[in-house]
């Protein structure tokens, strides 16, 4: 047995149906309760009822619910030893096609680990620098002419194809260009796939294996247009490996390190593998990012303060004609590094994290059996009194240094984890951090944000599909006179 927390010597764990929490029905549990949209919600507010930790059901599956800080590092750092990814997950992410290193447990995820880390270190980040530029570029273009032209811009939409060409480039090498498309383009499948995903997880029972409904079977049609925008993925780069042998022990991309890896004698990997981690690139490339973007931009715009700071700062970095030249640059925005924190302090995408026990173990005074549900509670933690003081307002000063040692009651990176913790930290963390950067220094470097409205006016409503985002902000913009606006679709 592994035991995750401390306890007395004296002290008995308790079990599991000894925990508060909301009555169920029979069969269904607590599921009727769960309005699986705002899910989030109501399990954070089972947490003010019921405490750090309770449980509930969902079907027949029983679900321990944490929120402590301690015991949810306890859990994620005890990952893969002691915890994994939910059978569930694990398997519904299979049928979709996704079995990468994102659903992947034990053997499978560790030998699938290196290839992908390889991929998005440090140093293939940097590497990419003049292509994020370029993709920046085209973002700074689109959003010059919907200034031009008085027009609102669908901030999510346009944010999500600035992420998914940025992750083709990247981990890909492809130049797909949905920024300056008018075309169906490849997120308008993507967009399909979280939401059906959270949504078979969240159902009481696994009805698809048995029949499918009409919104089965249009996914099933998302899959396939999906699927084929990856067989080409993979097809490219095996003509590039062909042509240029070199590539093989020196790959430029992601996929070519997979594809090379796959075709290396003993391997032990499959041709599913290798797509499995280019829809899950896909997928985590797109919709984490642009959700901190776009929660990023509202909190900012209801902040003069903060917003006042953070634009000096960049026009301090970026100079007169506001454009970014160097990768060093991204390294002396402190500001906009301490906002982007405190974004995913008050808005973390990832609201819910759940975890299935490998061995029966003990967590915060409770005994686990092998096989037990365990829900960790992103959010209380982050906006708790206790942790940061005024935790409700946006101030990123509370992440920089001397300040941030006056402001914090708590140590802010062992409270907020917004990438996780532990072995299965995750893996595309430069990159978007990366990202968050050059969008923003550009945004308030060449444009005055004149409004970002909600439709529900100076509320914004959370919507869960796996991520949390904002619905439906509208941005507009007006260019900054003089500034070095996006003349080209190769500067930014």
């Known amino acids: 047995m592994g ?4 306890l007395p010597t ?7 149906a000894e925990l508060p ?7 269904l549990g607590s599921s009727l309760q769960l309005d699986r949209l705002r899910v989030h919600h109501t399990i954070e507010q089972w947490h003010r009822e019921y405490g750090e930790i309770f449980r509930f059901r969902i079907g027949s599956r029983q679900v321990v619910a944490v929120s402590n800080p301690d015991l949810i590092a306890a859990v994620l750092r005890d990952r893969p030893a002691g915890f994994q990814r939910t059978k569930r997950l694990s398997q519904t992410a299979r049928e979709f096609g996704f079995g990468g290193l994102f659903s992947s447990n034990g053997a499978d995820w560790k030998r699938q680990r290196p290839m992908v880390l390889s991929g998005l270190d440090p140093t293939h980040v940097k590497a990419f620098f003049p292509a994020l530029l370029k993709v920046t570029g085209r973002l700074a273009g689109r959003w010059q002419r919907a200034a031009l032209g008085h027009q609102d811009i669908d901030l999510q939409a346009d944010l999500m194809r600035y992420t998914v060409d940025v992750t083709a480039g990247l981990a890909f090498g492809s130049d797909i260009n949905t920024i300056e498309s008018d075309d169906e383009v490849i997120q308008q499948h993507l967009d399909k796939v979280l939401p059906a995903l959270f949504r078979r997880l969240m159902a009481p029972v696994s009805y698809w294996h048995y ?3 009409p919104s089965d079977r249009a996914f099933d049609r998302h899959l396939v247009a999906l699927r084929q925008a990856v067989d080409g993925f993979i097809a490219e780069a095996r003509k590039r490996l062909a042509h240029h042998p070199e590539l093989r022990e020196h790959p430029t991309n992601l996929i070519e390190s997979m594809v090379a890896a796959r075709e290396a ?5 499959s041709d599913a593998d290798v797509s499995g981690n280019v829809l899950t690139m896909l997928l985590a490339g797109e919709d984490t990012t642009a959700n901190t973007l776009a929660w990023f931009i509202w909190l900012l715009q209801q902040n003069a303060l903060a917003r006042e700071r953070l634009t000096l700062e960049v026009h301090r970095v970026l100079g007169p004609e506001g454009r970014m030249a160097r990768h060093e640059q991204l390294a002396e925005l402190h500001y906009l590094d301490a906002c982007t924190h405190e974004t995913m302090r008050i808005k973390p995408v990832v609201p819910l994290q759940t975890a299935q026990a490998v061995r029966d173990t003990v967590l915060g005074g409770v005994a686990l059996p092998a096989g037990t549900l365990v829900m960790c509670v992103m959010r209380p933690a982050t906006v708790d009194a206790r942790h940061f003081p005024n935790p409700q307002a946006f101030t990123p000063e509370r992440w920089l240094g001397e300040e941030a040692a006056e402001q914090a009651l708590s140590s802010p990176k062992r409270v907020a984890m917004p990438f996780g913790a532990g072995p299965r930290m995750c893996p595309g963390r430069y990159l978007a951090l990366a990202e968050v950067k050059m969008v923003m220094a550009m945004l308030l470097a060449q444009f005055e944000i004149e409004s970002v409205t909600s439709p529900k ?3 914004v409503e959370e919507r869960l599909s796996l991520t949390m985002s904002p619905i439906g902000l509208k941005m507009r913009l007006r260019a900054r006179q003089g500034a070095g606006q996006a003349r080209t679709s190769t500067t930014c």
């Open 3 to 6: 035991i995750t927390t401390e």
């Open 10 to 16: 004296s002290a008995a764990p308790r079990q599991i």
């Open 21 to 27: 929490g909301p009555r169920g029905l029979p069969i």
């Open 211 to 213: 029949f499918r409904l």
């Open 265 to 269: 004698p003993g391997s032990g990997l």
């Open 457 to 459: 006016g100076e509320q």
